[in-house]
């Protein structure tokens, strides 16, 4: 019997949509039971007070980040705004490869690049529920100057205008972290009943 092919999920939103905080509450240990994984991207920003290294993200400096990206060690990698990020590639196939399931917390520029790699991903796009709240959550992480919030506040509302000419398969609306939990997870679990996704064996034993 083949193996099942694993599930690449991509998680995107602008700063302040919620993405990172849906991805920690999808990441359980019933579900890491189940083999779902965290993709760690790299980043050569300073981690914030809540951060670890190598739990949200690989903190690097600019040489190591262009040292992998050289030899082409990520699967996708981007500028956003002073910052470079990077999603290992390895990780990804390890997981295709073993029949689990990747999730990915990235930002549109890099949900393009790995959709363009991975095809069979799911994307999904997190919203938040305005633009007042979206002012507000910036605001509130108190980790930024107010420049920065400008800058990243104008960022999100630029992809927010256009995020329907990335290809995404679903809209997420953040407005209660535990209801987009429920309706993310949802898409992942009921993404394995897609007809195309059924073996050609499962097929057989129902249609004879």
């Known amino acids: 019997m083949a193996a099942t092919k694993g599930k690449i999920v991509i998680i995107s939103s602008p700063s302040g949509g919620g993405k990172t905080s849906i991805c920690r509450k999808l990441l359980t240990s019933s579900q890491k039971r189940k083999g779902w994984q965290f993709s760690v991207s790299y980043t050569t920003r300073r981690p914030r007070p809540n951060e670890r290294n190598k739990r ?3 903190f690097v400096r600019d040489s190591d980040f262009e040292r992998l990206e050289k030899i082409n060690y990520f699967a996708e990698s981007a500028r956003v705004h002073i910052y470079r990020y990077g999603t290992p590639r390895g990780p ?3 997981v295709i490869k073993g029949g689990g399931v990747m999730i990915l917390d990235v930002d ?3 949900a393009k690049s790995i959709r363009e790699a991975y095809p ?3 994307a999904i796009f997190i919203a938040p529920p305005s633009l007042a709240e979206l002012k507000r959550r910036l605001k509130g992480r108190g980790t930024e100057t107010a420049a920065q919030r400008r800058m990243r506040f104008m960022t999100a509302l630029k992809e927010l205008k256009q995020f329907r000419k ?3 398969d679903y809209l997420v609306i953040n407005k209660d972290l535990a209801t987009a939990v429920s309706q993310v997870k949802a898409i992942i679990e009921s993404d394995s009943c897609r007809i195309e996704k059924i073996g050609k064996e499962q097929m057989k034993k129902i249609t004879g």
Do not use: L, S, T
């Open 92 to 94: 990804i196939d390890r």
């Open 108 to 110: 549109v520029q890099g």
């Open 166 to 168: 990335y290809d995404f």
């Open 120 to 122: 069979d991903a799911i």
């Open 56 to 58: 949200e993200y690989h």
